[in-house]
């Protein structure tokens, strides 16, 4: 499959986290609580030596694993981006997950997925794996709304 890149944004009326390497870590960490109460702990993601292993029910085969994020901040925009380094689920290791809360009015919130390639097939990985994706970033973006306020 080709790789894919996917884009998932949201506006709030203001800053969710601080602009600092914190601030990142926070988003980010608030996207892999999402990621189990999304789907009520089936998947649940585990920091291992300073990576990701997303796994079912947290024990067995790696679905996704995803090395050392690298964390920036500033004034302008707080972001945490994670290597996609292997899993059952890849195709093939490369690309990228990114987690960024870009500073303005409003604030932009976006979960970035850049080359990506799937080990599903087509339709099969855009009618699960994507939506999954879309539906966990969305329930992300609302929650940090929700705490920020």
């Known amino acids: 499959m080709k790789p894919v890149t996917s884009v998932e944004t949201a506006t709030a009326i203001g800053p969710v986290v601080e602009p600092t390497p914190r601030g990142a870590e926070t988003l980010a960490a608030s996207y892999w609580r999402e990621v189990e109460a999304t789907t009520r702990r089936i998947v649940r993601a585990d920091a291992v030596a300073g990576r990701i292993d997303v796994r079912v029910f947290g024990r067995g085969p790696v679905l996704i694993r995803l090395g050392r994020p690298a964390v920036r901040a ?49 339709t099969l990985y855009f009618q699960v794996q994507a939506r999954l994706h879309s539906l966990i970033s969305r329930r992300h973006f609302a929650r940090l709304g929700r705490d920020a306020r």
């Not at 990114?98 to 970035?112: F, H, I, K, Y």
Request: aromatic share 4%; with cysteine; charged share 15%.
């Open 74 to 122: 500033d004034l302008t925009s707080v972001m945490c981006t994670y290597p996609i380094v292997g899993g059952l689920l890849v195709g093939r290791p490369g690309g990228a997950l990114a987690l960024e809360q870009v500073n303005g009015d409003p604030v932009v919130l976006r979960s970035t997925l850049t080359e990506y390639v799937p080990r599903l097939a087509g």
